[in-house]
């Protein structure tokens, strides 16, 4: 996305400064960045890669997270996956932001571990959700970090669409937690 963003979260933004909800939200996650809106083609490319077992399509939609970073880089040393609870990873067989990950971290050459960030608690998928407040709830506390594996890095938390930016500043605040020094956010889409 072109058009000026609030520092933070991604969204836009017409002034280019903090939004009304990172004005008022002390957020643990550095800031959130999508090159895409959640829409059209993309659309259709994220539910054919999540819903439809399209798996091949992750290392092209990677390469497009790549050509992002080449332009807009995050400070970032280790690629970390938002975790999927392991009963919905068993029915989808896959998690799809680990795909993206992985590809990430070959095209770009870092490192990707998706064994410190789990999540623990099992919560309804964010899409089924009727507002930003039950997102927000639906993901405080559902992450946690297992080890110190990623103490005093920077990180880059990968994720197929942002919404509300819940699931991604949960996961920084259990990064943050184990002394992570920056989160930041990268999804392939965002939806405004």
């Known amino acids: 996305m072109k058009e000026p963003l609030c520092p933070r979260c991604g969204k836009p933004q017409a002034s280019g400064i903090l939004c009304p909800v990172c004005v008022r939200v002390q957020a643990k996650i550095d800031g959130i960045r999508s090159p895409y809106r959640f829409e059209e083609v993309i659309r259709k490319a994220v539910h054919q890669l999540k819903y439809h077992n399209l798996k091949a399509l992750s290392f092209c939609l990677a390469g497009l997270l790549a050509d992002y970073l080449q ?52 919560t ?17 506390d559902a992450f946690m970090c297992r080890d110190e594996k990623l103490r005093g890095k920077q990180v880059i938390l990968i994720d197929d669409v942002c919404t ?13 937690n184990k002394g992570v020094i920056s989160a930041w956010g990268l999804t ?4 405004i």
């Open 71 to 122: 332009s807009n880089p995050l400070p970032g040393e280790i690629i970390v996956p938002v975790p999927l609870h392991p009963r919905r990873l068993k029915e989808r067989g896959y998690n799809q932001s680990s795909l993206l990950a992985q590809g990430l971290g070959k095209i770009i050459n870092l490192p990707v571990i998706e064994t410190c960030l789990i999540r623990v608690k099992k």
């Open 124 to 140: 309804q998928p964010q899409v089924k959700t009727s507002n930003i407040e039950e997102r927000w709830e639906n993901v405080t």
């Open 164 to 176: 509300s930016g819940a699931t991604l500043e949960s996961c920084g605040v259990a990064l943050k």
């Open 188 to 191: 392939l889409a965002r939806e």
